[in-house]
């Protein structure tokens, strides 16, 4: 039997340098300190965002430490849609919208990735509309 209350296992699926290395493959970026800055501005600006369980269980299954960053943010109240995310992270970064939206989906398919579907789903499930799309997933809604 066992306790569901007991802390995960720190199981990434991947380590940092695989994750950047990731990154830097689908965001052809031409280097990795580039890749590396781009994890570190959408990864904190996701763990302003989630909560719970799905928090805990992201933050097991990243690298240590993406999910260190992950870990040090306090969500927010109000989580914002999508494009407010987006928009946030572009105002923080100084970066163009163009190009932060790049950087985004670039960063959250690694994640997907360490996730796997079924985490993914609930991450989904808990967030605003707008992230499927960032995730690299269709955004499906259901009929009125």
Do not use: C
């Amino acid at each position: 039997m066992s306790d569901r209350r007991a802390p995960l296992e720190h199981l990434p699926v991947m380590t940092f340098e695989q994750m950047l290395d990731k990154v830097r493959y689908e965001g052809a970026y031409p280097t990795r300190e580039q890749a590396e800055e781009a994890v570190r501005l959408v990864v904190s600006g996701l763990g302003r965002q989630l909560t719970g369980e799905e928090r805990v269980e992201l933050a097991a299954r990243l690298p240590w430490e993406a999910a260190r960053i992950l870990a040090e943010q306090i969500p927010d109240p109000q989580p914002l849609t999508g494009w407010a995310f987006v928009k946030d992270l572009a105002a923080r970064s100084g970066a163009s919208l163009a190009t932060t939206r790049w950087d985004t989906g670039s960063v959250l398919a690694a994640v997907a990735a360490s996730a796997g579907p079924e985490l993914l789903t609930r991450i989904l499930r808990q967030l605003p509309t707008g992230y499927a799309l960032l995730f690299g997933r269709a955004e499906l809604t259901q009929a009125a």
